[in-house]
Every structure is written in C-alpha cells, then in structure tokens.
C-alpha cells in the first residue's frame, strides 16, 4: 500500500514574520488603521483554514465594468471563467493571502489598499485580488518594521514557496521579481489592450544555422559560434522606476508594435502567433541534458539565490545605496540569476526526453556519438542532442541541425550530402557510437 502524500505544513504570518527575525505587531482586521508608520513588510491572512474558496461574482461583475479592456488567455472572459481562473490558485491548506511591503509606511499601502476599487490603479492596487473574496472584512493583518522591506518581502515569500509549493493567493510577484503566469491581461482601467500583430514581412529560414557554419565554413572554422543572446535582466525591484512597474498588477501581453516582421517555422506556430498566443515549443533532450538542467536549477535555486540575498542584506548594512558598489553589484547579480532561473524553468516545462531506439553502432540517433570523414576536413566527430544542449565547439550538434537531420537514421559506411554556407559537403560516416 502507498503511503498518501504529506500535505503542506499550514504557515501563519505571525510565524512566518518571527521565523525570519522581525518584531511583529497585530493583528488587525481587514479595514482598521495600522499603527505602523515607517517602512516595514506586511501579511494578509484568513483567521483559519478555508478549503474552498468564496469568489464574489458582484466584485468580479465590478472588475470587469471598470476594465473592459481586460482579457482571459486572450479573450474577453464571462464572470464565470474569471471566477474559475481566480479559484484556480486558492491554497485550501493554507491561511496566508498576501505578503507585502512598503518602503515609507505600512500604515499608508494598507490605507491605499482599502480605498482602491478592484479594477482601479490608484491609490494603490497591490493585491488586487484579496477584493473579489466575498469575506474579506474578516481576514487579519500582521506587520514587521523593518528598513530592509523589499528584501524581507522577498525573503518572506521564497520561504513560504519552499514550505507550500506555491505563491499565496493574491500575490503576483515571484520572490525575485518574476510575474505569476495567470492568463489575465489589461486587469486595470487604464492599461491599454494588447494590440494586434500586423504581419508585414515573413521570412522562412534556410537549411544552415550559425551552429553550423561554426563547424563547416572553412574560413571560420575553429571559431565559436554566435552566442544566444541573454535572458533580459530583471531590473532591481529597489529603484523608483521598477517599484512604480510593479505596481501595473496586469501588464499587457503582446507585441508593442503594431507592425512585426515574423520568423516562419511551423504552420502550428505561425497559427498560434496570429491568434496572439505564443506556441510553447517543445524542449527536445537527452535524458543526461534533462538531469543537467535541473541540477544547474538546483544550485542556482538552493544555493546561489540564498548567497546572492544574503550579500545584498549586508551590503544594505553599510548605509547610503547610491554609493555602494557592493550593493549594486549584488543587485545585477541576482537579475541575471532570476533570469537565468525562468528560462531553465521553462526549459524545463517543455521538456521532451528523446530515447535512443536503435542498437548502437548500427545507425545514427539521438545521443549517438557519429566520427564522419570530409575532403575538406578530415575526419570530425559529432555527437548528436537536443536543440537546447547544442555545443559546436564541443562538437555536440542538434538533431534538429542540418547536419544533425542528414546523419539521422544513416548506418557506417554511407555518405550523406549537406548545404551550408561554405557549399555543399559529403560527409562519410565512419564509426556510430
């Protein structure tokens, strides 16, 4: 018999506030003034455990009146699939509702919170969602002064991501500055729809790749190939500016421009662009390149991020920020690293583990290890992997390659005839491991 799987330990906000070495006032209820006049970090919490979740369908109704532009995967959505999709992220085994922080005054964010109707942007629209319970007046608030509010709002949510698996309801920011994928786009009056891509140029791409031409143009042979751009830092959430862009709780999905050259691949793709919803393309790897991606997430995740916070805490202690170099430093840091974190997530996700179903030795497959011979270079080896594990200058090059395409399926003994830049090759396959 299997042993049922251990529900998430039920987190508290005084608890979770004392655990992380804060003094902690309140509770207050939901509407009552807080004594908390400096800056400081803040939990929303049910005064016990709710399983099911009460979704106002009056406060959704409110919502969508005063946001019309609002859509749902796209769509202007019914008050009963907005309700759906909100009850979709409720926590049934846990009270918490909402971490916040405030780097002026906790008393005035949760005064600006009271007063702002769903669906308006001002005074203050954090958690947003908290309006759409129908029992909000009953939930409590728990608070902590503290100089360092950001950074403990970041601290308080990765450690009650680790305990319970998921953000609490009503918050929308990952600790580290990464937005919750919820579908909902334009949730404010005044944020603008996305706007429609209008095609102007459609451009297929030819059979070569700069991973090949790294490894078969004979002038550039011995070059790496072009480095993939990197993942577009998070701007430090400290700075006025990045505080003021968190506060767009929905921000527009889209493109900006209304005309966008687009890049043909495949039909699917290119129908899921002009419906406006990106395609998830499948992340093809081997099952080493799948172990590898999480144990790079694991360290990045267990061990960087806490580094990189604790460095940016102490470098905090040393006082003014617009001169401290280490505190900037830090800050960049741990951008690149959250960016570097969502993209192996979504590699992740999309992950698709290729098994090898031939004999080795016999014909060429994913993971196989091919040496081929070429009048112009001798002999190469190359081994074969998925797109995402593809390394010219360690010879691995993807399945999906031309290159990679010709040698498929082909046993020792066959030459196969490729296109590249540099013209055309033969390549003879010697040995397949």
Not at 209 to 225: C, F, N, V, Y
Not at 318 to 338: M, P, V, W
Request: proline letters at 9%; one cysteine or more.
């Amino acid at each position: 018999m299997t042993n049922p799987i251990s529900p998430a330990p039920l987190i508290n906000g005084r608890d979770l506030l004392r655990s992380n070495g804060l003094q902690v006032e309140g509770p207050i209820l939901w509407g009552k003034p807080a004594l908390g006049s400096g800056p400081g970090v803040f939990i929303v919490e049910l005064p016990e455990l709710q399983p099911k979740v009460s979704i106002n369908p009056d406060a959704i109704r409110e919502w969508l009146g005063r946001a019309p532009q609002l859509r749902l995967d796209g769509k202007h959505p019914t008050v009963a699939e907005l309700q759906s999709r909100l009850a979709s992220f409720w926590l049934p085994s846990q009270v918490v509702l909402y971490i916040g922080s405030s780097q002026k005054s906790v008393g005035a964010r949760l005064q600006g919170m009271y007063k702002t109707p769903i669906g308006e942007r001002r005074p203050q629209p954090a958690g947003y969602w908290l309006k759409a319970l129908r029992d909000l007046s009953k939930t409590r608030i728990w608070w902590a002064p503290t100089t360092d509010a950001e950074l403990y709002e970041d601290t308080l949510l990765e450690a009650f991501v680790k305990a319970a698996g998921a953000l609490p309801f009503a918050c929308q920011v990952q600790p580290g500055g990464q937005r919750r994928e919820h579908g909902i786009a334009a949730a404010l009056h005044d944020d603008a729809p996305p706007r429609p891509v209008k095609i102007t140029k459609v451009t297929t791409l030819p059979d070569a790749t700069a991973e090949d031409m790294a490894l078969s143009s004979g002038p550039t042979r011995g070059r790496a190939a072009a480095p993939k751009a990197p993942p577009k830092p998070r701007v430090p959430r400290s700075t006025a500016a990045s505080r003021k862009a968190a506060a767009k709780v929905a921000p527009t999905t889209g493109p900006s421009a209304i005309e966008t050259p687009v890049i043909r691949r495949t039909s699917k793709a290119m129908a899921a662009r002009l419906a406006g919803a990106p395609a998830a393309a499948p992340t093809h790897l081997t099952a080493a390149g799948l172990v590898a991606l999480h144990t790079e997430l694991d360290e990045l995740t267990t061990v960087r991020r806490p580094e990189v916070i604790t460095r940016i805490k102490a470098a905090r202690e040393l006082g003014d920020l617009s001169e401290n170099a280490d505190y900037e430093a830090a800050r960049k840091e741990q951008s690149f690293l959250e960016g570097r974190v969502q993209q192996l997530q979504q590699l992740i996700k999309t992950a698709v583990v290729i098994e090898q179903h031939s004999q080795g030795g016999i014909e060429v497959d994913l993971g196989s290890t091919v040496v081929v011979e070429t009048d112009n270079h001798g002999e190469e080896t190359f081994t074969i992997v998925g797109s995402a594990e593809a390394d010219a200058m360690a010879g691995k090059i993807s399945f999906t390659s031309p290159i990679g395409r010709a040698l498929m399926g082909r046993r020792p003994g066959e030459t196969v005839r490729v296109h590249v830049p540099a013209g055309s090759l033969d390549y003879k396959i010697v040995k397949v491991d």
